[in-house]
């Protein structure tokens, strides 16, 4: 074992951890092995949805020390940047996951043993909401302890600024040099219990009231039946409020998914993305003949969704078609209330279907592209504020938000927003399915799809970083024979024209993502990601479709094409 590994292993065992830790680390290095080399190699980081990990003592593990060093470190940033005088403030929330509560508490009682303002929420509530509370109490940041749909033996810490968007440079940086150079004695741990206010009912009210502002529709919301999950998570504190509020009324729960349970006992994964997370909700809805169902995952920012087709079942939506459908949705009622302006804007990740930058360039609004993380979409309104006008924006990975009073992915705003595409559907006789087709035909046929590899501990993370530099090395010539015509690379900002040589600057931030284009107009990313041992490879293809009766060979040639780029790319 190298000398540095076994100096924090011993120091981990000292006096000043508390005994459960002490056992903890004895234990772990009894067993020795991978285990415990992986809960001591690094310390954890700062990724695209800040710090997440699995629980237990180690530097790479979420505890009560380094949960405590990261907002000792925050405090510390606070401070430096605070208004003379100014009493700084801060609001925490937390999810259904063990020891979310504890862990709230915990970081409320930093915060206010270094002198800052907490609003601690009195129970579990949404990430949404926890984004909407920093502005709506004016904090000067904003924690949520959640690890949003990871397995139950994780957990996470989410950091928010002042705007109600998660970190961003210069300040996500400054944090973690902080947070680097805070030490496990300088935490502050004894609370001034006199700082900590807890909040609910008033911060629920406004958040809910503000979701439904977003409603287009009136009357005859009766007419649309829904099925809704929250799997075992927070949104079962809001979402069916919210749509009482909005006057959908033929609204039914997943029982056996009502509770909230940091053990998700009926889904080995509490992630809308997976389909069998969904499956008792697909049940229940063809059963009953529902219009629509609706997940989220455990903290409320993810939306899966699924619609219910001509034959009587239902077909779960990936996350670009539902990106789609909820942009070609607002900026049509935009432009029928006469209120589309050159200053609207759209905005998407770099890793989403190319369809909602066609559909708003159909509407005369232009799109911005951002780094993968709800945190580059935030940052573009902060930036954009007061000169022009967010409409929405989205991510392939199910997650979208409708405006700018929330400035994270929001479930709960964009599940009121979809039963209304339905129920507008269904008004003129269509299913949803027949909307996409519709919208396909409009703007361009997409189909994407996603390629995760897994690779846990220090050794995955070295092979994780192999793949990213032998996919930069070695960019074939021609995938699935069609030539490679351009290239981006985030990590050095660089595009280039693979035909002519040419490079481009590319104006994003740096990061870890390299992307190849072909002439057909294939689109091929590959991204480590920020908060989960994982690659991800991201293929998007597309054609024309010329009539609706083609739908189904289009369909087919284009997930053949994926099909023989995974084969190609030996993916």
Same mark, same amino acid.
């Given at each position: ?314 077909? #779960? ?8 459908? #909820? ?220 009539? #609706? ?23």
């Amino acid at each position: 074992m190298e000398p540095t590994l076994q100096e924090k292993i011993n120091y981990w065992k000292s006096d000043f951890f508390d005994q459960d830790t002490r056992n903890e680390v004895s234990a772990l290095e009894k067993e020795g092995g991978e285990g415990l080399v992986d809960a001591f190699y690094k310390d954890l980081e700062f990724g695209t949805g800040g710090m997440r990990g699995v629980m237990g003592a180690g530097t790479n593990r979420i505890n009560k020390y380094t949960l405590g060093r990261a907002t000792q470190g925050l405090c510390q940033y606070l401070k430096l940047v605070r208004k003379t005088g100014e009493q700084l403030k801060v609001a925490v929330a937390y999810d259904c996951r063990h020891n979310s509560k504890e862990f709230g508490r915990l970081v409320a009682d930093v915060f206010s043993a270094n002198g800052i303002k907490v609003f601690l929420f009195e129970d579990l509530r949404p990430t949404p909401e926890l984004s909407f509370a920093v502005r709506y109490l004016n904090c000067d940041a904003g924690i949520v302890l959640t690890a949003s749909h990871n397995p139950p033996e994780y957990n996470g810490y989410k950091v928010y600024w002042n705007d109600g968007g998660q970190l961003v440079p210069p300040h996500d940086r400054n944090v973690i040099d902080l947070v680097g150079k805070t030490r496990y004695e300088d935490i502050l741990f004894t609370s001034s219990d006199e700082l900590i206010e807890l909040v609910g009912s008033e911060i629920d009210k406004a958040f809910i009231e503000a979701c439904v502002a977003n409603s287009h529709i009136e009357g005859n919301k009766d007419r649309l039946k829904i099925v809704f999950t929250p799997l075992h998570g927070t949104s079962v504190t809001a979402i069916p409020a919210a749509f009482e509020k909005a006057g959908f009324t033929d609204f039914h729960i997943v029982n056996e998914q009502a509770v909230p349970d940091g053990d998700f006992p009926t889904v080995k994964s509490p992630n809308p993305e997976e389909p069998e997370a969904l499956e008792l909700a697909t049940r229940m809805a063809e059963e009953i003949k529902a219009d629509i169902i609706i997940g989220t995952d455990p903290d409320s920012d993810r939306l899966g969704v699924g619609v219910l087709t001509k034959n009587g079942k239902i077909e #779960l939506l990936n996350g670009n078609q539902t990106v789609a459908l #909820l942009t070609w949705y607002l900026l049509k009622k935009q432009k029928e209330s006469g209120d589309i302006k050159p200053n609207h804007f759209v905005a998407q990740t770099v890793v989403t279907s190319e369809l909602p930058a066609k559909i708003a360039e159909g509407y005369g609004v232009k799109t911005y592209y951002c780094l993968t993380g709800f945190k580059w979409i935030a940052d573009i309104i902060r930036r954009k504020e007061g000169v022009e006008h967010f409409i929405g924006g989205g991510e392939e990975s199910y997650g979208y938000m409708v405006g700018d009073f929330v400035r994270d992915k929001d479930a709960v705003t964009a599940s009121l927003i979809f039963a209304e595409v339905a129920l507008e559907a269904k008004r003129s006789g269509k299913t949803l399915i027949d909307v996409l087709a519709e919208i396909y035909r409009d703007y361009g046929f997409y189909r994407e799809r996603l390629i995760s590899i897994v690779k846990k501990g220090k050794s995955g993370a070295e092979a994780i970083a192999k793949m990213m530099t032998d996919f930069r090395s070695a960019t074939p010539e021609y995938v699935n024979g069609c030539k490679v015509v351009k290239t981006i690379d985030l990590l050095s900002g660089v595009e280039t024209n693979t035909v002519t040589g040419e490079t481009n600057k590319v104006d994003l931030p740096s990061s870890n993502v390299f992307q190849i284009f072909t002439a057909d107009g294939s689109k091929i990313t590959a991204r480590p990601s920020g908060t989960e041992p994982k690659i991800k490879f991201y293929i998007s293809v597309n054609a024309n479709l010329d009539h #609706l009766s083609n739908y189904d060979a289009v369909y087919l040639e284009l997930e053949n094409r994926i099909d023989t780029i995974i084969e190609d790319m030996q993916l």
